[in-house]
Nanobody, 114 residues
Framework: QVQLVESGGGLVQAGGSLRLSCVASGSISRFSTMGWYRQGSEKQRELVAAITFGGSANYADSVKGRFTIFRDNAKNTVSLQMNSLKPEDTGIYYC????????WGQGTQVTVSS
């Protein structure tokens, strides 16, 4: 199982941008998917975006056109560029690696004020 360390959360006004980053320690296979999930207050954890080793990405409908996920296989990192942020994007964002094991980061808070 890999260890994941996230960074980049914070407070931003609506319409602003943030970039989240996640570094994974340990070995990650070419069959892995790296992604970001979020959990708002009184909501279930939901997929925001995910990307395969080969670079195929998928996004939640609510973030399409605003968020972009990047992956650097050489550095074992995954990043999420979030633009045009909305108050409903507020939540704790978790980095995830789905490989032989399912690994999660500790979460980073994103707060978007109106």
């Amino acid at each position: 199982q890999v260890q994941l360390v996230e960074s980049g959360g914070g407070l931003v006004q609506a319409g602003g941008s943030l970039r989240l980053s996640c570094v994974a320690s340990g070995s990650i296979s070419r069959f892995s998917t790296m992604g970001w999930y979020r959990q708002g207050s009184e909501k279930q954890r939901e997929l925001v975006a995910a990307i395969t080793f080969g670079g195929s990405a998928n996004y939640a409908d609510s973030v399409k056109g605003r968020f972009t996920i990047f992956r650097d296989n050489a550095k074992n990192t995954v990043s999420l560029q979030m633009n045009s942020l909305k108050p409903e994007d507020t939540g704790i964002y978790y980095c995830n690696v789905r490989d032989i094991f399912d690994s999660w980061g500790q979460g980073t808070q994103v707060t978007v004020s109106s």
